[in-house]
């Protein structure tokens, strides 16, 4: 099993945009295997110390496989709605997990 942890950091004013993309891209997750664990949107209280900055949110996922992980990241229907992603992210800091 593989775990994927990702810090994601939203572009000021495109949260909706964020939004769509992920209720578009979520689902698609189960089609290769893969689960997400968690989602997690923390309030600016949650955060106790750190050096950097609060992500917007927190995803915990896993896949069975390395292909399986693979699938999903190429897969075309995803692939047809990434502008979403780009146009909502700013940052991401994956963190790749056994």
């Known amino acids: 099993m593989i775990y994927f942890t990702q810090l994601i950091y939203i572009v000021n004013g495109q949260e909706e945009t964020f ?4 209720r ?3 689902p698609i997750i189960g089609k290769y295997n893969g689960q997400l664990l968690l989602r ?3 309030d600016a209280n949650a955060f106790i110390e750190g050096t950097m900055e609060n992500p917007y949110e927190i995803h915990l996922a896993s896949f069975p496989s ?3 992980w693979e699938g999903f990241k190429n897969d ?3 692939k047809s709605f990434l502008h979403l992603k780009e ?4 940052a991401i800091l994956l963190v790749k997990g056994a």
Do not use: L, N, T, W
Request: hydrophobic share 35%; no cysteine.
């Open 19 to 22: 939004h769509e993309f992920e």
């Open 24 to 26: 578009m891209a979520i």
């Open 40 to 42: 997690v949107r923390p």
């Open 66 to 68: 390395e292909a399986d």
């Open 76 to 78: 075309g229907e995803r």
């Open 87 to 90: 146009k909502s992210v700013k």
